[in-house]
């Protein structure tokens, strides 16, 4: 009783010596009111439109995109090989999304394509948004090994120090191997120096020093410059090819073709870039393609690329997939379904929609297209 009642004291004294905290809309006066509220505040409504919607930072493209759900499993049931979206993002800065990252788990072990931005913290976001696998055993410290990047652009790559060093904070991992276009060997060897103090530190204040999984070392892929694909790792699981595709002017870009040995289940990942024939070669007859998409109708809103329509048309479409191109894709490949991700879903306020580009690849004639949302399972 006699605690109750200085407890009483305290909150007393605290609301007077305080008096903004309950005069002030507070987060839970807020939540009380409902996710609306009239106060133009990011923090209360995210849907609301923000007035200056030209700059990098508020720009549609970095809106809720995707149906308005949190991560579903759209993986088929009879299958052991599944894929986790981990991220989805481009590099505008959508805060709804963490940068390009996926996972294809064969026989409960991970194998992860592509780096992006917050790579670490999607890992937990879609442990605890999926609940149809369970991630935290998958993703267990020792099972973070390996890594196949699809080229060396900043927003694929820019996570790979927090797969090395932060796993490294959490206890012994594994060895990392991260595969990729060449010179990612150097990329490796610049990362592994850049955190050297950092891991060192690490190292000392550890009583149970142990070196493996402080580093990773960067495996080159190069197959033939033709668009037939290169076998480029095998295990007791998977087999992985490569295939050349074509995205800006960089010299090597890869999409990989993941066949899994247990149920033959075969899942390709186009990276970024435009129509190429590597692109088609890896995706004939696979279940399903992992690709990216970008609007054509609106492209003339795209916060890069140059001044006019005409440019955009041109400098974006060196980079990236327009409906008609990724229609040219589907058709040529006979790949059984497509999984948009990497969107770029540029328009004006007035006009946005969420499934804007996706509507665009339907009414270019692709069936079976779905589009992805972080955490979900296909
Ligand atoms: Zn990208
Ligand atoms: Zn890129």
């Not at 109708?297 to 008609?324: C, D, L, Q, R």
């Amino acid at each position: 009783m006699k605690k109750r009642i200085s407890k009483f004291i305290l909150i007393a004294l605290l609301i007077f010596a305080f008096p903004s905290i309950s005069s002030a809309q507070t987060w839970e006066e807020n939540l009380k009111k409902g996710a609306t509220t009239t106060e133009k505040n990011y923090m209360n409504n995210p849907f609301e439109r923000p007035e200056n919607w030209k700059t990098i930072y508020t720009t549609p493209d970095i809106w809720p995109i995707s149906e308005n759900r949190g991560p579903i499993d759209r993986s088929p049931k009879d299958k052991t090989t599944k894929v986790l979206v981990l991220g989805t993002g481009t590099p505008t800065p959508n805060p709804y999304r963490y940068g390009p990252a996926m996972a294809v788990i064969i026989d409960g072990y991970p194998y992860f394509i592509d780096c992006g931005e917050g790579w670490w913290r999607a890992l937990a976001h879609s442990v605890l948004t999926q609940n149809s696998l369970d991630l935290s055993s998958i993703f267990a410290l020792k099972n973070l090994k390996y890594m196949f990047l699809t080229h060396l652009h900043e927003d694929h790559t820019v996570g790979l120090p927090s797969f090395i060093n932060n796993s490294y904070k959490f206890g012994s991992g594994a060895d990392k191997k991260v595969f990729g276009p060449e010179g990612v060997d150097e990329m490796m060897a610049h990362i592994n120096a850049a955190w050297s103090i950092d891991r060192h530190e690490v190292a000392q204040g550890s009583l149970a020093y142990k070196p493996e999984g402080s580093t990773a070392t960067g495996v080159p892929v190069w197959p033939e410059t033709s668009s037939e694909g290169r076998q480029i790792f095998e295990d007791e699981r998977v087999i992985v090819e490569a295939f050349p595709t074509k995205h800006g002017y960089l010299e090597h870009t890869y999409a990989y073709r993941f066949t899994a040995k247990s149920d033959g289940r075969i899942i390709v990942f186009g990276g970024d870039g435009t129509y190429s024939k590597g692109l088609v070669e890896a995706a004939k007859g696979a279940d399903i393609l992992f690709v990216e998409g970008i609007t054509r109708k609106n492209v003339k809103y795209a916060s890069w690329g140059g001044e006019t329509e005409k440019e955009k048309v041109e400098v974006i479409g060196t980079y990236h997939m327009f409906p008609a191109r990724l229609k040219r894709v589907y058709d040529e490949s006979g790949v059984k379904n497509i999984v948009l991700v990497h969107v770029q879903n540029f328009n004006n306020p007035e006009n946005f929609k969420r499934l804007g580009v996706l509507q665009e690849m339907i009414d270019e004639g692709i069936k079976n297209i779905l589009l992805a949302e972080d955490g979900d399972l296909y």
